[in-house]
């Protein structure tokens, strides 16, 4: 059983850091892209950030400059540094990791179950 857990979210203020954790654990899998998304109250899910297996990295418009995906492939997990946070940047963030199941070869999304972000003004 696959479990996808984020951490690190929390209350900032307008021009603060915060850093999001993303772990992925359970079955023997290999794990492939890995991303970042965030939804903000009446609005749609959009990615924010996402890096490839072999590191390759691509941001949303909106943050490039101020955060940084970043992965550790021995733990299985994904990280967000976000700095200089805007109160646009508020809302529930959620990880999304592709993984291929080693025995079936066979690849699948999951999804964490979410951790807020909110940056007041």
């Known amino acids: 059983q696959v479990q996808v857990v984020e951490s690190g979210g929390g209350l900032v203020q307008a021009g603060g850091s915060l850093r999001l954790s993303c772990a992925a654990s359970?079955?023997?899998?290999?794990?492939?892209?890995m991303s970042w998304y965030r939804q903000a109250p009446g609005k749609q899910r959009e990615l924010v950030a996402i890096?490839?297996?072999?590191?390759?990295?691509n941001y949303v418009d909106s943050v490039k400059g101020r955060f940084t995906i970043s992965r550790d492939n021995a733990k299985n997990t994904v990280y967000l540094q976000m700095n200089s946070l805007k109160p646009e940047d508020t809302g529930v963030y959620y990880c999304?990791?592709?993984?291929?199941?080693?025995?079936?070869?066979?690849?699948?999304?999951?999804w964490g179950q979410g951790t807020q972000v909110t940056v007041s003004s």
């Open positions: 999304k990791a592709e993984l291929m199941m080693v025995v079936t070869r066979r690849t699948f999304q999951y």
């Open positions: 359970g079955s023997s899998f290999s794990a492939k892209a």
């Open positions: 890096i490839g297996e072999s590191g390759s990295t």
